[in-house]
């Protein structure tokens, strides 16, 4: 065989095995496969136009943006989550709230999970947060020092209710957290607010003057160790599906909160019959969620993790642009925070 014959072969079988790995990596693409997988290995964001894609417990994001680990009035937890991406008014409405709480005399957030870079199902936790416009935001005070790496993925969070009851625990809550949720619920984008019924309680039996706020927090189960913020649908989402609008003339302290002090709510589920082993559940596939989302687990990543930050990079500037979003803070902010030592904790402090 001659050399010439021979590269010839070595070449078709280059161009073959590219062609192969083309063909594996576009069926690869259109393969269907449990969408909690899909989205759960991904690192990075989908370099896009901010976009939120389906509903909050079946879609995903493109264009997230991170929040930094460290604010002047944040600290992000359980970082290994890698659950700090949300859309980028998300991101924005979160350093406002931090840096507007503090002015009321909350120490500073503790931000517990967004979403996944490109959002989309979880492989733990969650039915929702997958569109970028949900966030938990814990309701233990910030301490007054950076936290580990280690002591945020193991700090527990403070339990707001009193022993195993439904109601809260008075030595727990301060008006402090009455004037978070209320900061919080002001933004006309935020339109829903998930708290423990014994919460909402407390909110219903002790909100004086203006209780129109009120409306957008809704009781849910868990969400005693911490709250959770959902926005509306943005602009640029025509792809993003809505809830129901509340009725903003109810400050849901009626009817509806009573149910949750019955048994109904907290009943366990009926078991099983035994003759009948219950059918395992079928895991949300990709090809469950809206077709854009297919397209956005194959849409580029960013060179870096700053360029996708906010107030790093580009990322800030891009959040800071959209209309009506919180005014931009400089990245000289986020390079060295200050902690919050001359904001007066809530008394009596909440042990951390
Ligand atoms: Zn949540």
């Not at 970028?132 to 007054?144: I, K, R």
């Not at 209309?323 to 902010?333: E, I, T």
């Amino acid at each position: 065989m001659s050399a010439k014959r021979l590269s010839r072969i070595g070449l078709a079988a280059l161009l073959c095995a590219a062609t192969a790995l083309e063909v594996t990596s576009a069926s690869h693409a259109l393969a269907d496969q449990p969408a909690k997988q899909a989205f759960g290995g991904q690192k990075l964001p989908a370099v896009a136009q901010p976009e939120s894609v389906g509903f909050y417990s079946k879609g995903c994001l493109a264009g997230g943006i991170a929040i930094p680990v460290d604010g002047p009035n944040w600290q992000v937890m359980r970082l290994s989550r890698n659950r700090r991406w949300g859309h980028p008014r998300m991101i924005a409405l979160l350093e406002r709230l931090s840096r507007e709480a503090a002015q009321d005399g909350w120490p500073g957030l503790l931000v517990g999970d967004i979403s996944q870079p490109r959002g989309g199902p979880m492989l733990t936790g969650h039915a929702s947060h997958q569109i970028g416009l949900d966030a938990d935001v814990w309701l233990t005070p910030m301490p007054n020092r950076r936290l580990t790496s280690e002591e945020r993925e193991n700090v527990s969070a403070i339990s707001m209710l009193k022993g195993d009851s439904l109601y809260v625990d008075p030595n727990i809550w301060t008006p402090a957290h009455a004037a978070l949720l209320k900061r919080a619920a002001g933004y006309p984008e935020v339109e829903r607010i998930f708290v423990h019924p014994g919460i909402k309680k407390k909110l219903c039996d002790t909100v004086t003057g203006d209780r129109g706020w009120m409306a957008k927090v809704r009781p849910y189960w868990g969400h005693h160790y911490h709250f959770h913020i959902r926005m509306s649908c943005q602009p640029g989402s025509p792809g993003c599906k809505p809830q129901e609008p509340i009725n903003r003339n109810d400050d849901g302290c009626g009817a509806a909160l009573a149910w949750w002090f019955t048994d109904e709510p907290w009943k366990p589920a009926k078991p099983a019959k035994p003759a009948k082993p219950p059918k395992p559940k079928k895991p949300m596939m990709l090809s469950d969620l809206p077709p854009a989302c297919a397209r956005i687990l194959n849409e580029p990543a960013p060179a870096s993790i700053a360029d996708v930050t906010f107030g790093l990079g580009n990322a800030g500037t891009a959040a800071a642009a959209l209309p009506d979003a919180a005014p931009a803070v400089p990245a000289a902010a986020f390079a060295a925070p200050t902690p919050p030592a001359s904001i007066p904790l809530p008394v009596p402090r909440p042990r951390n």
